[in-house]
T-cell receptor
Framework: GENVEQHPSTLSVQEGDSAVIKCTYS??????FPWYKQELGKRPQLIID?????GEKKDQRIAVTLNKTAKHFSLHITETQPEDSAVYFC????????????FGGGTRVLVKP | DAGITQSPRHKVTETGTPVTLRCHQT?????MYWYRQDPGHGLRLIHY???????DKGEVSDGYSVSRSKTEDFLLTLESATSSQTSVYFC?????????????FGPGTRLTVL
């Protein structure tokens, strides 16, 4: 089955700096890669996703890049703000309706004012 | 937030007792999932459902069973709870559309097995 590795497990950045989280996956048939943000005590919420026919996707201060050849994808947060402090999870699936997501272990991001 | 509720939100139980967690949705989504979340492991799929009475196992299904008798309800049962099942349990739902796989999560249930 699919295996998703996520690094780093913790990330501390100064407010205004950029943060980058990287994930690798093992199943070459995976073609859907979402990113979830989870604030303390809350549910995971989708912040951005990408499909394998796209190499990069942006939404305001966040962007995701995908390298299918190397089987890795990354989340980039620019101009970080204290409200970006949370745990971020990457995931992968084969992309059909109802297909199962395999999650990475999570990255705790702390943005220092 | 999508119309997903979980009950109970918190539960403390003793080893060996049966426990049932409920997930209820008002979105009429076809797919429903149960995950557990533990530090360092992210979210791991326990069981999922692709329709009424249609369920299948995920990666950590041992010790758990599920049932879905109505579109809106997906039950997770621990037949005989163990301390290793202490965790936060999340339900999720997704639509039938092939063009989107977005899973929406419920608020979670914190289960402690003593």
């Amino acid at each position: 089955g699919e295996n998703v590795e996520q690094h780093p497990s913790t990330l501390s950045v100064q407010e205004g700096d950029s943060a980058v989280i990287k994930c690798t996956y093992s199943d070459s048939a995976s073609n859907y890669f979402p990113w979830y943000k989870q604030e303390l005590g809350k549910r995971p919420q989708l912040i951005i996703d990408i499909r394998s026919n796209v190499g990069e996707k942006k939404d305001q201060r966040i962007a995701v890049t995908l390298n299918k050849t190397a089987k890795h994808f990354s989340l980039h947060i620019t101009e970080t703000q204290p409200e970006d402090s949370a745990v971020y999870f990457c995931a992968a699936s084969r992309g059909a309706a109802g297909n199962k997501l395999t999650f990475g272990g999570g990255t705790r991001v702390l943005v220092k004012p | 937030d999508a119309g997903i509720t979980q009950s109970p939100r918190h539960k403390v139980t003793e080893t060996g007792t049966p426990v049932t967690l409920r997930c209820h949705q008002t979105e009429n989504h076809r797919y429903m999932y149960w995950y557990r979340q533990d530090p360092g492991h992210g979210l791991r799929l326990i069981h999922y459902s692709y329709g009424v009475k249609d369920t299948d196992k995920g990666e950590v299904s041992d010790g758990y069973s599920v049932s879905r008798s109505k579109t809106e309800d997906f039950l997770l049962t621990l037949e005989s709870a163990t301390s290793s099942q202490t965790s936060v349990y999340f339900c999720a739902i997704s639509e039938e559309e092939a063009s989107t796989d977005t899973q929406y999560f419920g608020p979670g249930t914190r289960l402690t097995v003593l």
